[in-house]
């Protein structure tokens, strides 16, 4: 997503137009769901993927009409048989894009697309929100708590605000007059990692691969070594029973407990609790899982505040070795991440 938009960004500053196309809505099986980015520029070029093969060539040639005509379109990609539209594809499904005219004259364009491009480098939680219902005339924003930037026709995107977009995830809106569209365009994506033993030196580098950031800290500095996690954010030497205030742990978070003991995962998933991040999971047996159980219901949590976790952690893909155990906790990482986005598939059904 970051390099579509930063791309967009030059390509418009250097007074080049686009079309960004988007997939608004979706039904059926599709090759990829509402949110799925891919810009069309005027060398003919393109960056990003709205699902690939023929259905994307088609996307690919209405956003070159729209680029040669000036104007925005939505386009409906049909991929079942028996239809004017059909494109003779298997999965079944339909796809409509939204073929977004851009040009570099717009006021407030550049603007937005560089404050697009500073929330998804920076992870700031931030929704982006289009009102179509001129599908010629669009408004676009960049929605943050407390705060709404745009460009186009603005009037009603005013009144989009975070707790809107939140409840709306991804897709289309209706009030009967005017149509909406909004999205995630990024969360903040930081693993807080307890325990930097082999596990975790090979999860933080697949974690980073797939766009988290991660923090590792652990209470011994041989495993608090910098030189151990070249790819990490941070990596902090600290007392598992009392973790320092300013390690920034948030509700936005994610955490992985995996340190080297029973009593190591009991004092942070006790602190974890308290602060209630996105996701928590917690490595170890069911013995140790047990517990540790028993010492945080002794604590006054709840069996399902308890059980909310994610303990094991991990997908059940019958990993052994620190690097399938890495795999597996990465696999859960995204499903969550794409639940939490608006994006997960009807196969995952792991709470």
């Known amino acids: 997503m970051e390099t579509l938009f930063d791309r967009l960004y030059h390509e418009l500053q250097a007074g080049q137009p686009a079309v960004l196309l988007t997939v608004v809505a979706s039904q059926g099986s599709t090759p990829r769901g509402i949110g799925s980015h891919q810009a069309v520029f005027a060398d003919g070029t393109t960056a990003g993927t709205v699902g690939g093969g023929y259905q994307e060539y088609l996307a690919i040639q209405a956003g070159k009409q729209c680029l040669a005509q000036q104007q925005s379109a939505f386009r409906r990609l049909i991929l079942h048989p028996n239809d004017e539209e059909d494109i003779n594809a298997a999965c079944g499904g339909e796809l409509t894009v939204f073929c977004q005219y851009l040009d570099p004259a717009e006021p407030g364009l550049l603007n937005l697309l560089s404050a697009i491009l500073q929330d998804l480098r920076q992870q700031t939680a931030s929704w982006l929100a289009l009102d179509v219902s001129d599908e010629r005339q669009w408004g676009m924003a960049l929605v943050r708590e407390g705060a709404v930037q745009g460009c186009g026709q603005m009037g009603s995107l005013q009144a989009v605000d975070a707790a809107w977009c939140r409840q709306n995830v991804a897709g289309m809106a209706s009030d009967g007059q005017r149509r909406w569209y909004s999205e995630p365009l990024a969360y903040p994506g930081r693993v807080f990692i307890f325990g930097g033993g082999h596990v975790s030196q090979a999860l933080v580098p697949v974690l980073v691969s797939i766009g988290f950031s991660c923090t590792v800290v652990d209470d011994r500095a041989e495993f608090a070594d910098p030189a151990l996690f070249p790819q990490a954010e941070a990596v902090y030497e600290a007392d598992y029973e009392a973790l320092p205030a300013d390690l920034g742990v948030t509700p936005d978070d994610y955490v992985c407990i995996m340190t080297r003991g029973h009593v190591g995962d009991y004092d942070v998933q006790r602190q974890m609790l308290a602060i209630k991040p996105y996701y928590l999971g917690v490595i170890g047996s069911r013995r140790k899982l047990a517990f540790v159980k ?28 620190p690097a399938e155990i890495a795999i597996s906790i990465a696999a859960e990482l995204i499903a969550i991440r794409a639940k939490r986005e608006g994006r997960e598939k009807s196969r995952y059904h792991k709470p």
């Open 294 to 321: 028993e010492k945080l219901l002794a604590d006054g949590f709840t069996a399902a505040e308890i059980d909310a976790c994610h303990a094991p952690i991990g997908l059940a893909i019958s990993a052994v070795t």
